[in-house]
């Protein structure tokens, strides 16, 4: 049980194996309008809790430069799928081994601090990603061109819309090529011209063919579009893997 991230290797065919896969979360069996009323709970020993599988014994494994859409309705598990292999969770059972460095395109802007400039704000996520500074003094200027923020690196982050803070998160995570892309409903984010940008610099990295890309959205024409093949988790449950044609007219047909 655990995560493993190794270097990237040439002479490995996986930059990613999920084996086994269970996220397990204890939710109180019944709610509790405040803490007085919990620790009362807790004391007595009336606190009871019922485990919820997030994920539920899921295995799939993703070749170095394959792109892999996951799929499935709200709350099926695809976001804790991809917080488990980026190492944001840690699974309760079965283990993960990631090669190579990750981008993680997960909730843009977490990690941020609203009292800090946009340009203070650039060291912190930068570091929060394993950038060193003279890393990001180097790529500054890029960064500032992708978000265009030539005008407002000193603007405390409270003052600016979720979609310039969304820029920002994704011009840091995708300055330089990473060997793993984690792309979690990023292009939902911002004007459809931020989304376009953003789609580009993606198609990018797929097309220089050295990239490991996992892809979840609600569009099921981008995911199309993008991905060679897909998975299906639905209610924690694997329903399917295979070529995304086959999966995703599978996936629709259960709206029919």
Not at 44 to 65: D, P, Q, T
Not at 181 to 186: G, R, W, Y
Not at 235 to 256: C, H, I, T
């Given at each position: 049980?655990?995560y493993?991230?190794?270097?990237?290797?040439?002479?490995?065919?996986?930059?990613?194996?999920?084996?086994?896969?269970?996220?397990?979360?204890?939710?109180?069996?019944?709610?509790?309008?405040?803490?007085?009323?919990?620790?009362?709970?807790?004391?007595?020993?009336?606190?009871?809790?019922?485990?919820?599988?997030?994920?539920?014994?899921?295995?799939?494994?993703?070749?170095?430069g394959?792109?892999?859409?996951l799929?499935?309705?709200?709350?099926?598990?695809k976001?804790?799928?991809?917080?488990c292999?980026?190492?944001?969770?840690?699974?309760?059972?079965?283990?993960?081994?990631?090669?190579?460095?990750?981008?993680?395109?997960?909730?843009?802007?977490?990690?941020?601090?609203?009292?800090?400039t946009?340009?203070?704000?650039i060291?912190?996520?930068?570091a929060?990603?394993?950038?060193?500074?003279?890393?990001?003094?180097?790529?500054?200027q890029?960064?500032?061109?992708?978000?265009?923020?030539?005008?407002?690196?000193?603007?405390?982050?409270?003052?600016?819309?979720?979609?310039?803070?969304?820029?920002?998160?994704?011009?840091?995570?995708?300055?330089?090529?990473?060997?793993?892309?984690?792309?979690?409903e990023?292009?939902?984010?911002?004007?459809?011209f931020?989304?376009?940008?953003?789609l580009?610099?993606?198609?990018?990295?797929?097309?220089s063919?050295?990239?490991t890309?996992?892809?979840?959205?609600?569009?099921?024409e981008?995911?199309?579009?993008?991905?060679?093949?897909?998975?299906?988790?639905?209610?924690?449950?694997?329903?399917?893997?295979?070529?995304s044609?086959?999966?995703?007219?599978?996936?629709?047909?259960?709206?029919k």
């Amino acid at each position: 049980m655990g995560y493993y991230s190794l270097p990237a290797s040439p002479d490995e065919d996986y930059a990613i194996e999920v084996n086994d896969v269970s996220m397990i979360f204890n939710m109180a069996s019944e709610v509790l309008t405040n803490l007085k009323e919990y620790f009362i709970k807790a004391m007595k020993h009336e606190l009871f809790f019922k485990e919820f599988r997030a994920l539920n014994h899921i295995s799939f494994k993703v070749k170095r430069g394959e792109i892999v859409g996951l799929v499935g309705t709200n709350g099926s598990g695809k976001s804790t799928m991809l917080k488990c292999i980026a190492g944001v969770l840690d699974p309760s059972e079965g283990d993960i081994t990631v090669r190579g460095n990750i981008a993680p395109l997960i909730e843009l802007g977490a990690g941020f601090d609203a009292e800090l400039t946009a340009l203070e704000n650039i060291y912190l996520n930068g570091a929060l990603l394993g950038y060193s500074h003279d890393f990001i003094d180097e790529h500054l200027q890029d960064i500032v061109d992708f978000a265009e923020l030539q005008d407002f690196l000193e603007m405390p982050l409270k003052n600016y819309s979720s979609g310039m803070v969304a820029r920002i998160a994704f011009a840091i995570a995708t300055v330089t090529e990473p060997d793993l892309l984690i792309v979690d409903e990023t292009l939902s984010v911002g004007d459809v011209f931020f989304q376009e940008k953003c789609l580009n610099r993606i198609r990018s990295f797929i097309d220089s063919g050295k990239v490991t890309v996992l892809f979840v959205s609600h569009s099921m024409e981008q995911v199309a579009e993008i991905c060679d093949r897909c998975v299906w988790i639905e209610k924690g449950q694997q329903r399917m893997d295979g070529p995304s044609k086959e999966v995703l007219e599978a996936y629709g047909n259960q709206f029919k």
